[in-house]
């Protein structure tokens, strides 16, 4: 079945440095691809997304390309801020399986003043 | 424009009680899904609803039912509770019109600890 793979955390980084969270899948057909964040307390919101092979999805400074041929969709962003500290969750949906999102483990992502 | 709603926030049950738990999807939108995160892991897929009936299901046990009303609103009913079933269950909707690549809205969750 569909799967999805995210390095384990946490990630402890210091502000304005640079972010690379790796995320890898496995489908067996063209899944649509996301980001989701989770801040304490609440529940997930979309970040970015992707849906075909090369598109890009960005939102908020966090950019991740659909690369098909190593089947990943690595979330970076160039410079964090303490308020990105959260939990980052890396999904998939296929459409032959209407549109579930299969999810990662999620990652934890410290910014530290 | 409300997104998801869910009620209750938090709750708390003892083994072998039964539990619902409520969804408001997103204005427009008419498919619920539920999902079940435990502690430190990534939501599950429990089950699906659209036009009032299940229409896909993850891996999860009989205990766990639900329901879709008229309005698109949702419960989820588990039955039997076991230590297991502590976790954050999060209701996420979407339109069917936009399926594949339309991504779903998810609401806040609600908590539940079982005693």
């Known amino acids: 079945g569909n799967s999805v793979t995210q390095m384990e955390g946490p990630v402890t980084l210091s502000e304005e440095a640079f972010l690379t969270i790796n995320c890898t899948y496995t489908?067996?057909?063209?899944?649509?691809l996301f980001w989701y964040v989770q801040y304490p307390g609440e529940g997930l919101q979309l970040l970015l997304k992707a849906t075909k092979a090369d598109d890009k999805g960005s939102n908020k400074g966090f950019e991740a390309t659909y690369r098909k041929e190593t089947t990943s969709f690595h979330l970076e962003k160039g410079s964090v801020q303490v308020s990105d500290s959260a939990v980052y969750f890396c999904a998939l949906s296929d459409i032959r399986y209407g549109n579930k999102l299969v999810f990662g483990a999620g990652t934890i992502l410290r910014v530290k003043s | 424009d409300a997104g998801v709603t869910q009620s209750p926030t938090h709750l708390i049950k003892t083994r072998g009680q039964q539990v619902t738990l409520r969804c408001s999807p997103k204005?427009?939108?008419?498919?619920v899904s539920w999902y079940q995160q435990a502690l430190g892991q990534g939501p599950q897929f429990i089950f699906q609803y659209y036009e009032e009936e299940e229409r896909q299901r993850g891996n999860f046990p009989d205990r766990f039912s639900g329901h879709q009303f008229p309005n698109y609103s949702s419960e989820l009913n588990v039955n039997a509770l076991l230590l297991g079933d502590s976790a954050l269950y999060l209701c996420?909707?979407?339109?069917?019109?936009?399926?594949?690549?339309?991504?779903?809205?998810f609401g806040d969750g609600t908590r539940l600890s079982i005693l």
């Open positions: 204005s427009g939108h008419d498919t």
């Open positions: 489908a067996t057909g063209y899944p649509s």
């Open positions: 996420a909707s979407s339109s069917l019109t936009e399926i594949g690549n339309q991504p779903q809205h």
